[in-house]
């Protein structure tokens, strides 16, 4: 089994998560019950719609508890280099638009692109691994490829 990257801060936030979840199931336990007591269940779309809630609720906590398992939490504040790894901020420039961007690199389960950060695992990501200021890398996108020089890497302190 191999093990998942993420920072200490992401396992917690996944923690919270997983404990709202959990506080969840009383709640749709009543609404099931409440739904059946209203009769025939063929008909009755108030118990369909909380047997559903059930069920993605029930699939969410499974799937939370055993990536848990597969989890290696990393203590961002310890890393450094001049490399692009898990933790590393890193800013490049597109080559053809000389768009400049900023991505801190994540574990898959904690990375979210509107925020700032991207999972090591992403097509970009992968890209990164291992580079250093100055190095170009070429990420294929769904536009085509996408040209990048890395105009610097840094990690929280």
């Known amino acids: 089994m191999d093990s998942i990257p993420i920072s200490v801060e992401g396992f917690r936030k996944l923690e919270l998560e997983l404990d709202r979840l959990k506080q969840e199931r009383p709640e749709v336990i009543e609404a099931i019950k409440v739904a059946r007591e209203e009769g025939d269940l063929r008909e009755n779309a108030g118990y369909e719609a909380a047997r559903e809630r059930q069920g993605m609720l029930e699939a969410k906590i499974k799937y939370i508890e055993s990536r848990m398992a597969q989890f290696n939490v990393i203590d961002r504040k310890t890393l450094g280099g001049s490399r692009a790894a ?24 904690e990375a979210e692109p509107s ?16 580079k250093e200021e100055g190095d170009e890398i070429l990420v294929e996108a769904p536009r085509g490829k996408i040209r990048y ?4 890497v840094s990690y929280q302190s």
Not at 88 to 109: C, M, N, Q, R, S
Not at 149 to 152: G, M
């Open 149 to 152: 020089e890395i105009i610097s």
């Open 86 to 109: 898990f933790g590393a901020t890193v800013e490049l420039e597109d080559l053809d638009t000389e768009e400049i961007k900023k991505y801190t690199l994540l574990g898959p389960d």
């Open 115 to 130: 925020e700032g950060s991207i999972s090591i695992a992403s097509p970009v990501g992968r890209a990164l691994l291992g």
